[in-house]
């Protein structure tokens, strides 16, 4: 019986698997670490450039739609602004760009003025013949969407982590 354990003891026949074994656990996290950073950076990039483009595309509608500098509530101006954002198409048809991006209102929608006279596109250029002369209308869009991480996916826990962006244009009413 002791030979047999003296045996057991000099062998190192198995080490490489028991390292293996103690190592592993450290590498997949560094691994899944790894291409989830890579995953959230590129939900990051989705939905900074779907707010760029809701703003574009709500900067580009006619200055009808935005009267006395204000955004009417519950308007399609609003509503397709939202849903170019969030689908990438005014008409809200498709799937959404993030699986967490679940809701319209994740996306909202604000009009400002600007009424600054030191800047020169104030009183003159296309907006001389703004129904409120000397206000300039600027859309901004923001976005707040929840970040699903690959770690809560294959059930490692969830990171509660949210992607916000914003952007601004100045309405040109093409």
Not at 13 to 41: H, K, T
Not at 60 to 86: H, I, K, M, N, V
Not at 111 to 131: L, Q, R
Request: aromatic share 8%; charged share 15%; with cysteine.
């Amino acid at each position: 019986m002791m030979r047999l354990l003296a045996n057991l003891i000099r062998d190192r026949r198995a080490s490489a698997a028991v390292e293996m074994a103690l190592v592993m656990p450290l590498l997949m996290v560094l691994m899944f670490g790894a291409v989830d950073i890579g995953n959230y950076f590129l939900s990051e990039h989705v939905v900074d450039k779907s707010v760029r483009d809701a703003a574009r595309y709500a900067a580009r509608l006619p200055f009808a739609d935005y009267p006395s500098c204000a955004l009417p509530s519950g308007g399609t101006a609003e509503q397709q602004t939202q849903r170019l954002a969030r689908f990438g198409d005014p008409d809200g048809t498709g799937t959404a760009r993030l699986p967490g991006w679940t809701a319209d209102n994740m996306t909202t929608v604000t009009i400002a003025c600007d009424t600054d006279v030191s800047h020169a596109y104030v009183n003159g250029g296309i907006y001389a013949d703004f129904p409120n002369g000397g206000e300039v209308p600027i859309v901004t869009v923001s976005a707040q969407v929840p970040y699903n991480s690959l770690f809560g996916v294959i059930g490692l826990g969830s990171v509660s982590l949210n992607l916000n962006a914003q952007s601004q244009a100045a309405v040109i009413g093409a």
